[in-house]
């Protein structure tokens, strides 16, 4: 298939139908009102369903059940709703029902505004819900990526039963781009379900005996067990999901990191001040959890500084510092309130830090 012309949010639902989404469960919030209304029309004709919620929190509780049945659950939401959705994320993490979440942030906190943003870096990365539980979070920084990346994350929750989450942002959601949309898989049948997902609630019709999902444990031990076994379903992951790309590190002066979109505006950046004779490069972890701490390995010893480049306040600049280790000095840009800098900004910005650092 060719390339079509595509607003972002409409190509990341047609990414989730096309990977055999069975049910979406949506709420209305900028800047991700697209989907819902393309999930809307489009899924039902892929066979799968539709449900608008009454809220975020039932929006989650949905999924988890959906999810629990066997069917491949697609939610999405911006940053105010997926601080809603917290604690249903804590349940499916210890249910191990496979989920896969996107959220198209925006500036806060709180309501904020409609504009993009990368707040919710902590709160994605380390999660506001309770307990030993930990979430794959992917942030691409394009369309077409994003839209391989929720393609592929329907396995990854269903390899390791956990929810998936894909950190995108407004102008990510908003803009448009050529892609290349990937082949449509199918919705599984209820009567395979069984042989696809053992531990489903599939009821007896179509299964021996009686499964049952759920998150309570009473027991203390029987807890303790319970979470190491996730543990280690976690650490097995933190091998394998670890990803990142690395530009122009040879004999950098000071080296970007920066995910998203923002991390596209880096690159510009880079190409700025090279015409000013300043070799500049880019980090730019894919996986923010688990996060890419061997790229940081790869920066040379001419080095001057790291700048973490973020649309907020500094978030990730507290994992950038643990890679660095303490092996360079890290630096900080950013802006917040919805404003998105120019590479020019930043450019000009990385020089003055720069020229403070020699």
């Known amino acids: 298939m060719g390339k079509v012309l595509m607003k972002g949010n409409e190509a990341f639902a047609e990414a989730a139908i096309r990977a055999g989404c069975k049910c979406y469960f949506g709420y209305p919030i900028t800047p991700q009102n697209e989907i819902p209304e393309y999930m809307s ?66 500036g806060g906190p709180g309501v904020g505004g409609i504009q993009p943003g990368q707040a919710d870096y902590i709160q994605v990365t380390r999660g506001g819900y309770n307990g030993d539980c930990k979430i794959p979070v992917f ?38 781009e050529p892609v290349v949309l990937p082949e449509a898989k199918g919705i599984t049948a209820v009567e395979d379900i069984p042989s696809v997902k053992p531990w489903a609630i599939t009821g007896t019709d179509h299964h021996e005996g009686r499964n049952v999902v759920y998150s309570l444990r009473m027991q ?30 040879d004999e950098a002066e000071l080296v970007f990191v920066a995910f998203g979109t923002m991390s596209r505006l880096c690159m510009e950046a880079i ?19 688990p996060y890419p701490d061997a790229a940081f390995d790869l920066i040379p010893s001419t080095c001057k500084t ?14 950038v510092k643990n890679a660095v280790s303490g092996r360079f000095p890290v630096d900080f840009i950013g802006r917040t ?16 830090i720069l020229a403070s650092r020699k």
């Open 271 to 289: 190409e700025i001040l090279g015409e000013r004779g300043i070799k500049a490069g880019l980090i730019r972890p894919i996986s923010l959890w």
């Open 306 to 319: 790291v700048i973490s480049t973020e649309l907020n306040m500094g978030q990730m600049i507290f994992d």
């Open 139 to 176: 942030a691409p920084a394009g369309i077409q990526e994003c839209v391989d990346t929720i393609y592929k994350a329907f396995d990854i929750a269903e390899k390791y039963r956990n929810p998936v989450l894909i950190f995108a942002d407004g102008m990510m959601g908003q803009m448009m």
């Open 41 to 106: 029309h489009e899924l039902p004709k892929a066979g799968g369903a539709f449900v608008q919620a009454e809220s975020e929190l039932a929006a989650i509780s949905m999924a988890y059940g959906a999810a629990a049945a066997g069917g491949r659950v697609f939610i999405s939401t911006s940053s105010p709703g997926l601080s809603l959705m917290q604690e249903g994320l804590g349940f499916i993490c210890s249910a191990e029902v496979p989920v896969v979440v996107l959220n198209v942030s925006r």
């Open 337 to 352: 309130g919805g404003i998105v800098p120019s590479s020019l900004e930043i450019a000009d910005r990385a020089e003055k």
């Open 220 to 249: 203390p031990d029987v807890l303790e067990a319970h979470v190491e076994h996730l543990f280690e379903k976690y650490d097995e992951a933190a091998k394998e999901l670890v990803d990142y790309k690395a530009y122009s590190l």
